[in-house]
């Protein structure tokens, strides 16, 4: 005779916490991924100040720039899953936080905890610095709240994006001034280039954006919105490609002002005609490839903006003293 099997069999425990951030990280914050982004947008802005000053930038500004933006790109992350959390229950339940993997409270102690990470390396280099990651985190909340104008904003959705993608200057500002403000020094023509390269983020952030939400046709899904939906595979391709063209004109201007070798400029032009060339591939054949290489692309364009811009000169000039 069979023996009766278990009426009810025991639920399988839940997996730790540093588990199931590890899991998140992987799905919502891939930090492999995104790093060398960060990494050379931190390092750049440093390298960049004290290139324009003409001086040379020191190795606890820089991991205290870098460390500090991968926190913010963090907290910019947890405040758009609080931000869209009804959207994804909604159309994207497959997601970390709508399907339970972690909570929005979790993610609120961990962005927490980065942040007593931040003022504490931000005072390491002097209190001032704390005044612009304040700024900084005042707009991500503003962003959080939509700037308490939801329906507005999302019936524009060009000043949406602008609104949003103007954290990358106040981000770029502080990254920049752990170099300057601890130094001092601001010569002549500093301002200038500095505004440049301020904007310059703001046109990256734009390029990213736009790129990472222009779809294939056959991809679009329902509720998730896309620029490719919004204004058609073509004119999103076009408006990438007119965005890193006024990037390439700020990055160029940047260059000459820095100093740099021509070399770097080149550089600068062959990785805009490479980006150039997916964004205007995609918007006339918007398949499911096109839609990739123009991500990957974008990724490229900035990324050696980034590296032309900052880090590669400064190595330059520490090679040949």
């Known amino acids: 005779m069979n023996e009766t099997a278990p009426a009810a069999s025991k639920a399988a425990p839940r997996a730790s916490f540093a588990a199931r951030m590890w899991t998140y990280q992987a799905e919502r914050f891939p930090v492999v991924k995104h790093g060398a982004l960060i990494v050379a947008f931190g390092a750049s802005a440093v390298c960049l100040s004290a290139l324009l000053r003409g001086g040379i930038p020191t190795w606890h500004a820089i991991v205290v720039a870098v460390v500090v933006l991968f926190g913010f790109f963090f907290q910019l992350r947890v405040a758009d899953e609080h931000k869209d959390f009804a959207d994804d229950a909604k159309y994207r339940p497959e997601r970390a936080v709508p399907r339970g993997l972690v909570s929005l409270g979790e993610l609120r102690w961990v962005a927490v905890g980065v942040a007593l990470v931040q003022i504490a390396l931000t005072a390491s280099l002097g209190w001032g610095m704390v005044g612009l990651l304040l700024v900084a985190w005042a707009w991500m909340a503003l962003m959080t709240k939509e700037f308490f104008a939801p329906k507005a904003l999302r019936a524009r959705p060009i000043l949406y994006m602008v609104s949003h993608m103007a954290v990358m200057p106040l981000i770029d500002l502080y990254a920049t001034a752990c170099d300057w403000l601890p130094s001092g020094a601001m010569p002549d023509g500093f301002g200038l280039a500095l505004g440049a390269f301020l904007g310059l983020s703001l046109t990256n ?97 900035v990324l050696t903006n980034y590296l032309l811009l900052g880090v590669l000169p400064m190595v330059e000039r520490l090679w040949l003293g």
């Not at 329902?222 to 063209?245: D, H, I, Q």
């Not at 201007?253 to 600068?268: D, P, R």
């Not at 997916?278 to 398949?287: H, L, N, Q, S, V």
């Open 205 to 301: 952030g734009i390029v990213l954006e736009i790129a990472r939400k222009s779809w294939a046709p056959e991809r679009e899904r329902e509720g998730v919105e896309t620029y490719s939906k919004l204004w058609t595979p073509g004119r999103a391709g076009l408006s990438v490609a007119a965005a890193m063209f006024g990037g390439l004109m700020l990055s160029a201007f940047v260059h000459v002002q820095s100093g740099a070798h021509v070399v770097f400029l080149a550089g600068l032009l062959l990785a805009a005609l490479y980006a150039l060339y997916g964004a205007i591939d995609y918007a006339g054949t918007p398949t499911v490839k096109a839609a990739k290489r123009l991500e990957t692309a974008s990724g490229v364009f």
